[in-house]
């Protein structure tokens, strides 16, 4: 495969005119950007051949969604087995149960897809 390659001129140097296929400006959620680190602390040969194939921001996206659903339904099933306290009568109980709930729920999708080994 070979690629015509355009340069631009700086003084006496010519620089390749490199694009990113990639130039989505949506920014990155929580879960996202801890993928991130996850991948540049824990696998950086891969992060940096993410970063170079241009695959590592469509995988963060993908994470970030996956894990915004996941707590959805994560949260459901949980208040489902876990009934919550009356919210107009026990405000501070519902507030506690419900923080431990999410807490639940996120502790699952870190370990399995944030801090996961395999790559999506």
Not at 66 to 95: F, G, H, S, Y
């Amino acid at each position: 495969m070979t690629q015509n390659l355009t340069y631009t001129q700086c003084g006496d140097y010519y620089f390749p005119d490199i694009r990113l296929a990639h130039t989505e400006t949506q920014s990155l959620g929580e879960y996202g950007r801890m993928r991130r680190t996850f991948l540049g602390q824990n696998k950086p040969m891969l992060f940096n051949d993410m970063v170079l194939t241009e695959t590592l921001f469509p995988h963060l996206w993908e994470v970030q969604q996956t894990c915004a659903m996941r707590i959805e339904l994560l949260m459901t099933d949980l208040l489902a087995k876990n009934p919550a306290p009356d919210k107009v009568t026990q405000q501070l109980e519902w507030v506690t149960h419900m923080n431990s709930l999410k807490a639940q729920a996120e502790e699952i999708i870190l370990r399995e897809l944030v801090y996961g080994e395999d790559v999506v």
